[in-house]
């Protein structure tokens, strides 16, 4: 970055220090991960100096010699991995994606159901704060009281009080896997289209390890820079029957020009996450999820419905007197970087709850196994138990950072 380094030393430093900062702390924020070499590559390649409005084949600028190719190599892709008829790759971001959704299939008034934000659910899936919400009416269902998981009964019951015209799957902060069948049999008694956000984890569907909803969804959202270990973005995918609408909604609906780069970068990502070593990449960020769990149990931390299927933990620091925002700040001065979360009927308010989400897909992208996994969950008893004592948490990240030299980050090479 020799020329970034001249142009703007600030950005420069600030980019090299995010750098080192990556390196050397362990990163279990679920939504996050290291994309490859390649990946970044082409995020940062000369295709941000392109304007490509419209479709491949179907543009309203000339000189799209290269970019068809790309957009529909990345299409052709999604298509083959996700087994769907139809995909779009140009939507910015999750949240516009799905509001690309809510405008293709639904009129304004009509009802979108999905799972309450506390109770690990997405803004966009109708939360009140939400253009989600505002604009569509909107129907929250929310997990059970003693297990944690989605009770279905209660799923159903709601759905024939409120009639939605779509019912959204898949959360942020769910432990468990979704059941995309029995979601499916209740859009149908009830006239709804069923739509799976998996944004958190398309990267354990297509390595195998989390059920696959193209079977039962009629849209399927995900974005592309979580498990899916690709650039920050999003896709839409559904079968043939809904594909003019979803085109027309992201273009020119709700976007202009798409992001090439983006787009390439996702192709990049979609052929990574076709091969063998991405398969043994998801279930590897499964296990580790569960040997993280389990040693978090072991050392007297609840967790959310008592474990995980997934990615991702979220645990309730209540057991050991400490607030979530408390927590998460001693586990960043020690090295280990999280983000506190609500707990389901959390008594406390959003923005200082109760509780942690962990994930595993940073460290596994790193290639940290079992044996790290249980040193991590020392470290972050440890840190907990010291939480505000900045000469502890010191010596603890100084043994977190030792660790993590150890685990090559994807993507960043450290000069000095
Ligand atoms: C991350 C996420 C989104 C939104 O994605 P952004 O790219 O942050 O807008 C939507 N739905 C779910 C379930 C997510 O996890």
Redesign the pocket.
């Known amino acids: 970055m020799d020329e970034l380094k001249r142009t703007d030393p600030d950005i420069y430093q600030l980019i090299k220090d995010e750098e080192r900062y990556e390196v050397d702390s362990v990163r279990l924020i679920a939504?996050e991960n290291y994309v490859s070499k390649a990946v970044l590559e082409a995020t940062g390649s000369i295709l941000t100096n392109k304007y490509s409005e419209g479709y491949p084949g179907r543009r309203y600028y000339e000189g799209q010699r290269n970019v068809d190719q790309i957009e529909t190599l990345a299409v052709d892709r999604a298509k083959a991995l996700f087994k769907v008829d139809h995909a779009n790759v140009q939507p910015y971001?999750?949240?516009?994606a799905?509001v690309a959704i809510y405008f293709a299939l639904l009129k304004p008034g009509d009802t979108i159901m999905g799972l309450a934000l506390p109770h690990g659910g997405?803004l966009?899936h109708g939360w009140p704060v939400s253009i989600t919400g505002t604009f569509w009416k909107s129907a929250q269902y929310e997990v059970d009281r003693e297990s944690h998981v989605v009770d279905f009964d209660k799923v159903r019951a709601l759905a024939h009080k409120e009639r939605p015209k779509i019912i959204v799957t898949?959360?942020?902060a769910y432990p468990r896997l979704w059941d995309f069948k029995s979601f499916s049999e209740i859009a149908k008694e009830v006239g709804a289209l069923l739509l799976a956000?998996i944004?958190?984890v398309a990267g354990l569907i297509v390595g195998g390890v989390h059920p696959d909803p193209a079977p039962y969804a009629d849209v399927i959202?995900t974005?592309t820079?979580?498990t899916l270990r690709g650039p920050?973005g999003?896709m839409i995918m559904c079968r043939n029957e809904y594909a003019e609408a979803i085109d027309k909604a992201v273009f020119p609906g709700l976007q202009g020009g798409p992001h090439n780069h983006t787009t390439a970068a996702i192709a990049v990502a979609l052929k990574e996450a076709a091969t063998p070593e991405f398969k043994v990449y998801a279930k590897k960020v499964v296990s580790n999820a569960k040997t993280l769990a389990d040693e978090l149990l072991a050392r007297g931390f609840s967790l959310v419905s008592g474990g995980t299927d997934n990615h991702l933990i979220l645990v309730d620091l209540t057991s050991k007197k400490v607030i979530g925002k408390k927590g998460a700040k001693a586990l960043d001065a020690a090295g280990i970087v999280c983000n506190y979360n609500t707990v389901p009927h959390d008594p406390r308010k959003p923005f200082s709850p109760s509780g942690l989400r962990l994930g595993t897909p940073a460290v596994t992208s790193r290639g940290m196994g079992d044996a790290e996994m249980r040193q991590i969950a020392k470290f972050m008893d440890e840190a907990i138990a010291h939480a505000g004592d900045e000469t502890e948490l010191q010596k603890i990240a100084a043994a977190v950072t030792e660790m993590c030299r150890k685990f090559p980050a994807p993507g960043i090479t450290l000069i000095s």
């Open positions: 939504s971001s999750g949240s516009p799905n997405h966009t898949g959360g942020t956000d944004s958190h959202m974005t820079h979580k920050r999003a």
